[in-house]
């Protein structure tokens, strides 16, 4: 299962897909998307589309757990890079996930209680083994709109999730992730609540993934247009590849048993 929050970025996980076919939820009526991955590993893929924010995120990734009972759950879409460390075009596969609105407010005074939420030990591994391997470059379907781009690089890095779109490296929002969750890399709005619902699925692996669509300060519409489908392929590419992996794991444990 593919979770995410915009159109483009469920066009973006389709596009690697066979069949794909309209799944209505039979209570809720949600609509999804579900078609067939046929890769090194042949596998059926649901995309779910949330709304921006935690909470739609949380919400909808609980009502299609309960539906398909997915082996694999991934969040994936686009992002802000925050720090120098990553540049555009570039994935991060999050192993940990900051709350960064969590906080204590009081008369003059804001203290953070930021949460964290991280991705299952299995899915962490594999995702550094595919980023260590590179595989997942070569499936890439959409190409920057530069000549001579650098090619991408995946980092295993943190990553920090809020209802606040930012625009600006000074600004106070941005100033206080870079005091309170110092090592995250890219920063997104539906990452922890992801996270908050799979919480209660652990055998279930589960990551987010997110190709940085632009930095911080140099955000534009017109290079949102120009690299946000450009990312979310990248993103696709490499939750895919992820999935692969940890499907096959699942498989080859199944036949020692």
């Known amino acids: 299962m593919i979770v995410t929050a915009l159109s ?3 066009e973006a996980v389709a596009e690697y897909l066979e069949d794909v076919r309209e799944v209505e939820h039979p209570i809720t009526g949600s609509i999804y998307q579900v078609g067939r991955f046929n890769g090194s590993l042949m596998f059926d893929v649901a995309i779910v589309v949330t709304a921006p924010g935690n909470d739609f995120a949380a919400m909808e990734t609980e009502r299609a757990i309960q539906h398909f009972r997915p082996a694999v759950a991934l969040f994936v879409g686009v992002a802000g890079g925050v720090k120098d460390d990553v540049v555009i075009g570039d994935v991060v596969a999050a192993d940990y996930v900051y709350d960064y609105s969590s906080a204590k407010e009081g008369d003059g005074f804001v203290r953070a209680r930021i949460k964290t939420a991280n991705a299952t030990y299995a899915a962490v591994q594999r995702a550094r083994a595919v980023a ?13 709109p530069l000549a ?10 943190p990553i920090a999730a809020g209802p606040r779109l930012l625009t600006a490296t000074d600004a106070p929002t941005a100033l206080w992730i870079k005091q309170h969750c110092g090592d995250a890399l890219a920063v997104e709005m539906e990452g922890y609540g992801f996270h908050a619902a799979m919480s209660a699925y652990p055998d279930i692996n589960a990551m987010v993934v997110r190709g940085v669509s632009d930095v ?4 534009s519409t017109e290079a949102d247009k120009e690299w946000q489908p450009v990312a979310a392929s ?4 490499f939750a895919l590849t992820l999935a692969t992996g940890l ?6 444990k199944q036949s020692n048993r």
């Open 8 to 10: 483009l970025e469920a």
């Open 132 to 144: 260590s391997s590179r595989a997942w470059i070569p499936l890439i379907k959409r190409q920057p």
């Open 148 to 157: 001579n781009a650098p090619v991408p690089s995946a980092l295993i890095k």
């Open 216 to 219: 911080v300060d140099g955000k």
């Open 234 to 237: 990248r993103a696709a590419a």
């Open 247 to 252: 499907l096959q794991s699942s498989v080859k």
